[in-house]
């Protein structure tokens, strides 16, 4: 079993083996636990609440198509879209439809492929 020296600060160093077999980085968070007089450490592990993941579908949308379909998932969540926390509520009019998303995509590839041509 590997051990280690806890410093003046109080950090502890992991033994980058250990480190590795759970995926742990700099950076990482983690929580400590006491039990039976000893520390038990583990990774955080992020957990998103409903609503939250509810903004994070409205957020990502990039049509008015996967807005529909995410303001449709929103409400079998339980959730008004127009309510949801840290959400645009006029998105939707912001958003281009597939059709012109993928209009503006194939000039963009155009205008891409034209550049690598021309002499610089």
Request: glycine letters at 6%; a negative charge; one cysteine or more.
């Amino acid at each position: 079993m590997p051990t280690t020296r806890l410093t003046q600060s109080g950090a502890v160093e992991l033994p980058a083996d250990l480190r590795q077999r759970l995926g742990l980085l700099e950076g990482d968070e983690v929580v400590l636990e006491e039990r039976d007089g000893g520390l038990f450490l583990r990774p955080v592990i992020e957990k998103w609440t409903q609503e939250e993941i509810a903004g994070y579908l409205l957020n990502c949308s990039v049509t008015k198509e996967d807005y529909d379909r995410a303001c449709e998932d929103v409400r079998q969540m339980g959730f008004d879209p127009a309510a949801v926390p840290y959400t645009d509520p006029d998105m939707r009019s912001k958003l281009t439809t597939g059709a012109e998303f993928l209009a503006d995509f194939e000039a963009f590839e155009q205008r891409a492929k034209d550049r690598k041509l021309s002499p610089a």
